[in-house]
């Protein structure tokens, strides 16, 4: 039978926003470099968003009782229909595939060969705006595309296709496809993946270089050398569930997305790399968003579901020492980066940031290695300041719940337990943050599109288009980030709520667990409101 608690939640957020926004004039967005000023103070939104964070908590405290469980929700297989899964896994697929490879290798080329001019050349726009942001919106929100479109995996899979025909003869090699087949160290767990996110945040946050084509272009040409190398060692499906970091961190935003692939025959997972680890394992709900099962099964679903239902899930039975719903310890490492990263990258642009870092410029001495210039070094130092204060004040909160459930929980219990339940908050700051570089600097795609070298092409006949700065505006921007911040957090509360019911049976335990993390998630929702309310001065 389905839970009805899944329908409280739109309810609650349609509810609190129609009172928290109110009528607003104009705002200062971040986004636009303007001054504008803010209707009410902006304490005052604050207070209100932080009310309504609180009033959610004891809303759904009050209304959803009992546990329960991330599948207990309605679904509709959108392949139910014959002729809508031929246009979607035969015409529609293969094309997406194709597109992706083709896009791919245009950036390389551009970025190599291309003008030197970061606005003129194709590579900087399609990576920074359409693809890293542009790709995470979607995926966010309508599921994961990017197992679908991956360029290093369809390359990959396309050799390895053509090794396989071409040694079909050879008895000593059917079966085996284009890798070595060594087993992946099982305490590695998803860590290249964190590094190589560390690294690929470092790129994006402090590097100088990073809009620069023909750097952006060798440093795409590294890291599908390490993709590739991972895949031929390991093995395809191996290197992408622990060492590809966009298969990784999509897959994380895709978890709170309105679809899922499912595959209801456990036939197709007896052979399965992970053992469905990195799913929900088997039993009556199918193996979801596992791909290595995918490719296996002759039949599979790709359901709509609520959104964050995902998110109620672990990482698996194929992890030892987890209980129901948690974390790996690398799971939340993970986590706890995507948060500071977008956080980071939000607060860099602001006044304040823009002093630490003169600061580093006028205390250090100039040097024409880039590595080492202050802007960089404030930049690494601010990126690493901001890993490690998330993750030491989320160990601190997550004690502090320890403390409230009278020490019947371990703290690192906890903390695996509860860290997906902030990806909700990652996902309304990175909405917040660049919906309007989206909509404005995307624009600069129509007109790259025909000239992508900078050569003084027209091939679409749009090279010639003008940005509009005028498809959005400061009263949108702020309604709208106030908007998703709040939801993210309640949303967040609502699956803090889902996952203490779970783990606690008596209900008055299971709200008492949940304060201190309330307390972090109000913190935070008013942090998020003033970064988003600062100037841009990059």
């Known amino acids: 039978m389905v839970n009805r608690r899944w329908t409280i939640l739109p309810v609650a957020l349609l509810a609190l926003f129609l009172g928290l926004l109110g009528p607003l004039r ?14 009410l103070p902006l304490s005052f939104f604050a207070a209100g968003a932080a009310a309504a964070v609180v009033f959610s908590f004891v809303l759904m405290g009050g209304m959803i009782k009992g546990a329960s469980h991330a599948m207990d929700c309605p679904r509709l297989d959108l392949l139910r229909h014959a002729w809508l899964r031929i246009l979607l896994t035969r015409l529609l697929a293969p094309l997406a595939r194709l597109l992706a490879v083709l896009l791919f290798l245009l950036v390389v080329a551009a970025g190599l060969l291309g003008s030197a001019s970061p606005v003129e050349n194709f590579a900087p726009t399609f990576v920074w705006v359409i693809w890293w942001v542009g790709m995470s919106f979607v995926i966010a929100l309508l599921g994961n595309l990017w197992a679908l479109v991956n360029p290093w995996k369809v390359l990959f899979s396309w050799a390895e296709f053509l090794y396989l025909r071409v040694n079909r003869l050879n008895t000593r090699n059917q079966g085996q496809g284009l890798d070595l087949g060594r087993e992946y160290p099982a305490h590695w767990g998803v860590w290249p993946a964190v590094a190589l996110f560390f690294a690929f945040s470092w790129v994006e946050n402090a590097l100088g270089e990073n809009s620069t084509p023909q750097s952006l272009a060798r440093i795409v040409l590294i890291y599908s050398g390490i993709t590739w190398s991972g895949m031929f060692i390991f093995g395809k499906h191996q290197w992408l569930r622990h060492g590809e970091v966009f298969s990784v961190v999509f897959g994380l935003l895709s978890r709170f997305s309105i679809t899922e692939v499912r595959v209801p025959d456990p036939a197709a997972c007896r052979e399965c790399g992970a053992g469905c680890g990195g799913a929900d394992g088997i039993g009556e709900t199918g193996c979801v968003d596992c791909y290595e099962c995918l490719e296996r099964s002759q039949g599979w679903e790709l359901n709509l579901r609520p959104p964050a239902v995902g998110l109620h899930r672990g990482d698996g039975a194929g992890r030892t020492g987890q209980t129901l719903g948690a974390a790996s310890g690398d799971g939340m490492a993970m986590v706890m980066l995507l948060l500071a990263t977008v956080s980071f990258d939000g607060f860099s642009a602001t006044p304040e940031w823009l002093n630490v870092q003169l600061y580093f410029l006028l205390q250090l001495p100039r040097s024409s290695i880039p590595f080492l210039s202050g802007a960089v070094i404030a930049n690494t130092l601010g990126l690493l300041a901001f890993t490690l204060a998330f993750a030491g004040l989320y160990w601190g909160f997550t004690f502090l719940m ?27 700051y990175l909405f917040a943050h660049y919906l309007s570089f989206l909509l404005i600097q995307g624009q600069l795609i129509i007109p790259l599109s025909s000239d992508p070298f ?12 003008k940005v509009n700065i005028g498809i959005t505006n400061a009263r949108f921007i702020w309604i709208f980030s106030v908007g998703a911040i709040v939801a993210g957090h309640i949303v967040a509360v609502y699956l803090a709520h889902l ?28 942090v998020s409101l003033w970064i988003v309310s600062r100037p841009i001065v990059e």
């Open 26 to 39: 104009v705002a200062q967005a971040h986004g636009f470099g303007e001054r504008y000023d803010l209707p």
């Open 402 to 428: 320890h403390l409230a459930v009278a020490r019947r929980t371990a703290t690192g219990v906890l903390a695996r337990t509860f860290v997906y339940t902030l990806i909700p908050i990652s996902l309304a």
């Open 454 to 465: 900078g050569a003084g092409w027209d091939l679409l006949g749009t090279a010639g288009y």
């Open 499 to 526: 996952r203490s019911l779970a783990l606690y049976p008596d209900r008055g335990l299971a709200l008492r667990s949940q304060l201190p993390l309330l307390a972090l998630m109000v913190s935070y929702t008013v």
